[in-house]
């Protein structure tokens, strides 16, 4: 071979070797606002809102353009883990029991092979009446709203147990999807009389709270009847669940906290300031998660869903390169988006599902949310996303699992 044949053969070589490591570039577009699931479903089921005629204002998102990219597009290519059907969380901020109760039902069925629909509603009620407590313990220094963390469920339950769906729906009888926006408004004046009156009385504080949630949601049962006997939902919660409510770990993964130390969440929902994270390194913090969904198990996460990467149409969540390329992504682009408020405490859903391409681990989640709904209700994708690992890693900012995924990590804990 002559030299110019040589020359050119390596130069051949090198362009080639060149383009083929550059990485592709993601296109971003705007997208015309479009109502979905939310306006035309759910407030149009909720009777305040049945009167109004409120177009939203005109309005374009700064999205990723996934035509042409080769993500998932069906549950059917993932593979699931029993769970009860996807469910609306309404008009209410109270994703963080959905995805929890959601969880924990799974967690029933893997362990005792029961399918049971727990209420949601049941714990919501008594979550704002311990948030109305520490509202007065604090003198009125406490957030009193509807949102939360996942872990208050494991909390609530603890003292008050639960009870199916069927014993409290926590709805008025024709109402179609639950609206907490009125209610809490109520509760949270009454509770800012308090304050400028400083009348801290808590057994009248909490009637009037009690008073105020059972007018919208109905009072809660004390007694259920479960095959022709009557018991509480404390003796629901040991007996029928058999659930062990220490067996659930919650795992976090920042550098501002010390690692394999169990820490403080620091978002507003955590309200009650939960100290109960663990807080691990995140290549292990996603390496659990993987390992989790591939032995049978499911998680229940919490993270920000407010991202140009996220759409509910496609229903995909992706990192796009014109954010951060995917080899960028680690703890420090983790806890520079946590600190400046670029990544938030938005959402909590329900993982039952992975599907492996390419060398990367996609997740199927289940969501109450609205917009997981817009692909309309005859679609078999209704009530889920598709969630690619890079978009947890960077994200996601929780989840809670069974403590028999954390054999290492639990041994690694400081006491």
């Not at 005792?112 to 979550?127: A, D, P, R």
């Amino acid at each position: 071979m002559n030299r110019k044949l040589i020359l050119t053969a390596t130069l051949c070589f090198v362009f080639a070797a060149v383009f083929a490591q550059t990485p592709k570039k993601d296109k971003a577009t705007f997208i015309e606002y479009k109502p979905g699931y939310y306006q035309n479903s759910i407030l149009k089921g909720i009777e305040e809102y049945q009167k109004k005629d409120e177009a939203p204002a005109p309005k374009k998102s700064f999205k990723i353009d996934f035509t042409g990219m080769d993500v998932p597009t069906s549950v059917d290519q993932f593979a699931k883990q029993w769970h009860n059907e996807p469910i609306s969380q309404g008009n209410t901020g109270t994703c963080w029991c959905f995805s929890a109760t959601s969880f924990y039902e799974t967690e029933i069925n893997r362990n005792t092979k029961q399918n049971i629909k727990l209420s949601e509603m049941y714990t919501v009620y008594w979550e704002y009446v311990e948030k109305a407590k520490r509202f007065v313990k604090e003198r009125g220094n406490s957030l009193f709203d509807e949102g939360s963390e996942g872990n208050a469920v494991n909390r609530i339950w603890r003292t008050y147990g639960i009870v199916p769906l069927k014993d409290y729906t926590g709805m008025k009888t024709a109402q179609t999807f639950h609206s907490h926006a009125a209610m809490c408004e109520e509760m949270k004046t009454y509770l800012a009389s308090v304050k400028t009156a400083a009348a801290w009385n808590e057994d009248q504080v909490i009637a009037t709270i009690k008073s105020i949630l059972n007018s919208y949601m109905g009072a809660p049962p004390t007694k259920i009847n479960v095959n022709g006997t009557d018991i509480t939902p404390q003796e629901y919660l040991k007996n029928v669940t058999k659930l062990n409510l220490d067996d659930y770990v919650d795992l976090m993964s920042l550098v501002a906290k010390p690692y394999w130390e169990k820490c403080e969440y620091e978002v507003g929902d955590n309200w009650w300031h939960s100290k109960d994270y663990a807080n691990i390194p995140l290549d292990i913090w996603i390496t659990i998660m993987k390992k989790s969904l591939k032995a049978g198990y499911t998680v229940a996460i919490g993270g920000d869903v407010s991202e140009p990467g996220f759409e509910s149409y496609a229903q995909v969540a992706v990192v796009p390169s014109f954010d951060i390329p995917s080899e960028y992504i680690d703890e420090n682009a983790r806890q520079m988006r946590f600190n400046n408020g670029s990544t938030t405490d938005d959402h909590g859903m329900h993982v039952v599902g992975f599907y492996e391409k390419d060398g990367k681990t996609w997740f199927l989640v289940k969501d109450s949310g609205a917009g997981s709904r817009n692909a309309g209700k005859g679609s078999k994708n209704f009530g889920y996303y598709f969630f690619h690992e890079d978009f947890m890693k960077l994200k996601m900012m929780d989840f809670v699992v069974h403590k028999d995924m954390l054999t290492d990590v639990l041994s690694k804990l400081k006491k």
